[in-house]
């Protein structure tokens, strides 16, 4: 337990609780969101759906998810980020329920839509919350603790669905993880203030520790056209971009990659697609922890170095034939570059915009990157030729170092930093 400098106990409520309770939403609504992987190859059999089509499917959530997060975020900073969040998994979980119930294409197609719709508002809600809750120094460590739902819900639900696959039916493995969603939005309407400054339960030394460093390290105020005329925030959007198609496209299609290695059965398809989001889990941690610390240097090369270790790992893959155990190797190599940055980016990102502008400045660079969810499927779904995933896997290796690079340009100019070095009291990026 952390002791204020007039001796005071601080608590952990906004860890034992509310992150806790922001990770496993996350946990749960992403793997709602990419379960879908692991029935691919099912789903198409019984559909009778070609890749590009299956790429289609696989994208069709992000459809809807790049639509609402900048009113998600609006939305948040009115009326509370918990409301908001609470709705949208109702919603999230009723869409999952429905994708095992529909029967035909286009209405998986709009289902799949719907889900994006209600999922879109949830990351800018976090936004919000994490600038709320957590002090600048532990504000990666915050971001990174939820966001470690990306890759640990591909390491419970890809073996798990596998599992129910194999068992019951895709269809029923998609109602069956539905249903979490639901319960999850009553804890969360219940037990998640919006604002410790109201919270009801944390101790008045916790509550005074956050609310005194939790500006420290987020840029001063400013307004949203602002934050549009700031080349900053567009390199940052395109970056996005071809770096969570990268994590999409890797989680969606790796299943069905794999699949073609094996004549039948789920479960070994799902536990090895569990290797490369382990990993990552891993070197997120790692990597949070690291670009916490008090140093000099930015957290962007936190962002940058973990991209290009994984883009090599994915190129590798493509131009080396070692057969399904060194193929496995690369992945989860890119795996943990992948996800490395998770925790580490949104931090700089706060760094980088108006603190009254959080949540809708997140939301406008994640609708880059929900373009690239939109667009990641597709492409490797287009582009392999003749069914073989394996043509078109290494384009998401190049994606990795457009990513890159736009980072370290970012880096390299001195007056892309003024929001983060005028209002950063504690750190200097």
């Known amino acids: ?35 879908i992987g692991v029935a691919a190859p099912q789903m198409a ?29 609006w939305l948040a900073s009115r009326i509370g980020p918990s409301r908001v969040i609470a709705v949208a998994m109702t919603i999230t979980g009723v869409a ?3 994708t095992g119930l529909v029967h035909s294409l286009p209405a998986l197609l709009a289902v799949r839509v719907v889900m994006g719709l ?15 809750w957590f002090p600048a120094r ?36 998609f109602i069956l993880q539905g249903i979490p969603a639901v319960a999850m939005a009553l804890l969360v309407w219940f037990f998640v203030s919006d604002d410790p400054a109201k919270d009801r339960w944390i101790s008045p030394a916790e509550r ?39 994590i999409f496209s890797f989680g969606l299609w790796m299943p069905s990659l794999i699949k073609q290695h094996f004549v039948s059965g789920f479960q070994a398809v799902g536990w ?25 240097i930015s957290r962007g090369w936190f962002v940058a170095l973990p991209l290009i270790v994984s883009g090599v790992a994915l190129l590798t893959q493509h131009y080396v034939d070692g057969g399904l155990p060194f193929s496995m190797v690369m992945f989860c190599i890119a795996g943990a570059g992948l996800y490395s940055p998770g925790g580490t980016w949104w931090a700089w990102v706060l760094s980088k915009v108006p603190r009254n502008q959080a949540a809708p400045s997140v939301a406008l660079i994640n609708v880059f990157a929900s373009c690239g969810g939109v667009v990641g499927p597709l492409v490797v779904g287009f582009f392999a030729r003749g069914g073989n995933l394996s043509n078109s896997f290494y384009i998401l290796g ?3 170092f457009a990513a890159a690079a736009m980072v370290v340009y970012i880096i390299a100019k001195p007056n892309y930093q003024e929001y983060e070095a005028s209002a950063d009291t504690v750190v200097t990026h």
């Open 208 to 246: 005074d520790f956050i609310v005194q460093r939790r500006l420290a390290g987020v840029g001063a105020d400013g307004t949203f056209s602002g934050v549009l005329l700031r080349p900053t925030v567009w390199l940052l959007s395109f970056a996005a971009l071809c770096w969570i198609m990268v």
């Open 118 to 132: 209600a999922e879109g508002v949830i990351w800018p809600s976090f936004a919000v919350i994490f600038v709320r």
């Open 398 to 400: 190049y994606a990795l």
């Open 138 to 173: 532990e504000r990666a460590r915050g971001i990174a603790f939820a966001q470690y739902a990306l890759p640990l819900s591909s390491v419970v639900m890809a073996p798990l669905a596998g599992w129910m696959i194999d068992v019951f039916h895709w269809k029923t493995m």
């Open 1 to 35: 337990m952390q002791i204020r400098d007039d001796g005071a106990k601080i608590g952990k409520t906004r860890w034992k609780r509310i992150g806790l309770l922001v990770f496993i939403s996350y946990l749960i609504a992403f793997a709602d969101r990419s379960n």
């Open 45 to 73: 059999h019984d559909l009778q759906l070609g890749t590009t089509i299956t790429g289609a499917l696989l994208s069709a959530f992000f459809w809807g998810y790049l639509v609402t997060q900048i009113p998600g975020g």
């Open 96 to 98: 999952a329920c429905l």
């Open 272 to 296: 090895l697609t569990a290797l490369p989001p382990l990993f990552g889990a891993i070197s997120m941690f790692l990597n949070s922890w690291l670009s916490d610390r008090p140093s000099t």
